[in-house]
C-alpha cells in the first residue's frame, strides 16, 4: 500500500526557513509527479508545486515563486520542500501528493484534483 508520510512542520518566525519532507514508501518516486498543496483554515486546499516525473520541471504557485523550492532524493525516495523567506500568509497543513494513473502533459498539477494519493499533512505556522 502506497504511504505518503509527511514532515518538518513547525513554528518557525516570519523570514525563517523550513523543510518538508515527503517520505514515499511502496512506490518508485522517479514514476509519477509529485506535488505540495497547502489549506489553511476555511479556505480551498491550493497548490504549491509540482515536480514532474518524465521531464524534471517543476512549477510554483506564484505566491511561493522565488521562495519555495521542490526536490527528490531518489535514494532516500523523499520529495522535499524548501521554504525560505516564510510568510504568515504561508501558515497551514501541508499536505504532499502523487498521481498513480501516472503523468499526463495535459493535467495541471497544482490543481488538487490531478491527485490520487494523499499524505495526512504537516503543520506549519508562520506568526503574525
Known amino acids: 500500500q502506497v504511504q505518503l508520510v509527511e514532515s518538518g512542520g513547525g513554528l518557525v518566525q516570519p523570514g525563517g526557513s523550513l523543510k518538508l519532507s515527503c517520505a514515499v514508501s511502496?512506490?518508485?518516486?522517479?514514476?509519477?509527479?509529485f506535488g505540495w498543496f497547502r489549506q489553511a483554515p476555511g479556505k480551498e486546499r491550493e497548490g504549491v508545486s509540482y515536480i514532474n516525473n518524465v521531464d524534471g520541471s517543476t512549477a510554483y504557485a506564484d505566491s511561493v515563486k522565488g521562495r519555495f523550492t521542490i526536490s527528490k532524493n531518489l535514494a532516500k525516495n523523499t520529495v522535499y520542500l524548501q521554504m525560505n523567506s516564510l510568510k504568515p500568509e504561508d501558515t497551514a497543513v501541508y499536505y504532499c501528493?502523487?498521481?498513480?494513473?501516472?503523468?499526463?502533459?495535459?493535467?495541471?498539477?497544482?490543481?488538487?484534483?490531478?491527485?490520487?494519493?494523499w499524505g495526512q499533512g504537516t503543520q506549519v505556522t508562520v506568526p503574525s
Open positions: 511502496e512506490l518508485t518516486l522517479d514514476y509519477y509527479t
Open positions: 501528493a502523487t498521481d498513480l494513473r501516472g503523468t499526463r502533459s495535459y493535467r495541471n498539477y497544482l490543481l488538487p484534483h490531478n491527485y490520487d494519493s
